[in-house]
């Protein structure tokens, strides 16, 4: 009987162990082929967070344009289909020249997407206060060349009038904007 156990609990653990291993490849996999995707459809993005939503859906942020060209702050919605990640939507908009805390918010059915530009160095966090008066916390994301951006994705809140708050390391409001909705779909 003990045999069986020990037989049984070895065959468990390379099974847990096997699992492990193809889901970490599985995932290297989606973010190869989603990477793929959006260099398939734009020309030159520079991938800042790819953030997936379950296990079938996935939001890109990136830039693309440069400094003499206009450059963009967009995303890219994604979705699995059984072997590879297809285009659903995209969204850009022009990356301001000013100063100033960012924010653009664009309605994908039931959720929402607000993200920006954080071109103060002292802002080190993000919190989004709804319409309807929940606080939540976006996510900052920086690129190699020390540009930081943010974005945060909401579910079943009203977001159309967020006001958006950056905040220093100690939580000192350094800068407080109401979220603009994009309308270039």
Same mark, same amino acid.
């Given at each position: 009987?003990?045999? @069986?156990?020990?037989?049984?609990?070895?065959?468990?653990?390379?099974?847990?162990? $096997?699992?492990?291993?193809?889901? *970490?490849?599985?995932?290297?996999?989606?973010?190869?082929?989603?990477?793929?995707?959006?260099?398939?459809?734009?020309?030159?993005? &520079? $991938?800042?967070?790819?953030?997936?939503?379950?296990?079938?859906?996935? @939001?890109?942020?990136?830039? +693309?344009?440069? *400094?003499?060209?206009?450059?963009?702050?967009?995303?890219?919605?994604?979705?699995?289909?059984?072997?590879? +990640?297809?285009?659903?939507?995209?969204?850009?908009?022009?990356?301001?020249?000013?100063?100033?805390?960012?924010?653009?918010?664009?309605?994908?059915?039931?959720?929402?997407?607000?993200?920006?530009?954080?071109?103060?160095?002292? $802002?080190?966090?993000?919190? *989004?206060?709804?319409?309807?008066?929940?606080?939540?916390?976006?996510?900052?994301?920086?690129?190699?060349?020390?540009?930081? &951006? +943010?974005?945060?994705?909401?579910?079943?809140?009203?977001?159309?009038?967020?006001?958006?708050?950056?905040?220093?390391?100690?939580?000192?409001?350094?800068?407080? @904007?109401?979220?603009?909705?994009?309308?270039?779909?």
């Amino acid at each position: 009987m003990s045999k @069986i156990k020990l037989i049984s609990g070895v065959f468990l653990i390379v099974s847990v162990i $096997i699992g492990f291993i193809v889901t *970490i490849k599985m995932l290297a996999d989606d973010l190869t082929q989603i990477e793929e995707q959006v260099h398939s459809l734009n020309q030159r993005p &520079y $991938i800042l967070h790819t953030e997936f939503i379950e296990n079938d859906h996935a @939001i890109v942020f990136y830039q +693309w344009g440069n *400094i003499l060209h206009h450059r963009k702050l967009a995303f890219m919605e994604l979705e699995k289909t059984q072997f590879t +990640w297809e285009f659903k939507s995209a969204h850009a908009t022009h990356i301001s020249r000013e100063d100033r805390l960012e924010a653009q918010l664009t309605e994908l059915g039931a959720k929402t997407v607000l993200r920006g530009r954080v071109d103060n160095a002292d $802002i080190e966090d993000i919190t *989004i206060l709804s319409t309807s008066g929940h606080t939540y916390s976006g996510t900052l994301i920086e690129d190699d060349y020390g540009r930081k &951006y +943010w974005f945060f994705i909401g579910e079943d809140d009203d977001f159309t009038e967020a006001t958006i708050t950056g905040l220093s390391k100690s939580g000192e409001v350094i800068e407080e @904007i109401t979220a603009v909705k994009n309308i270039h779909r």
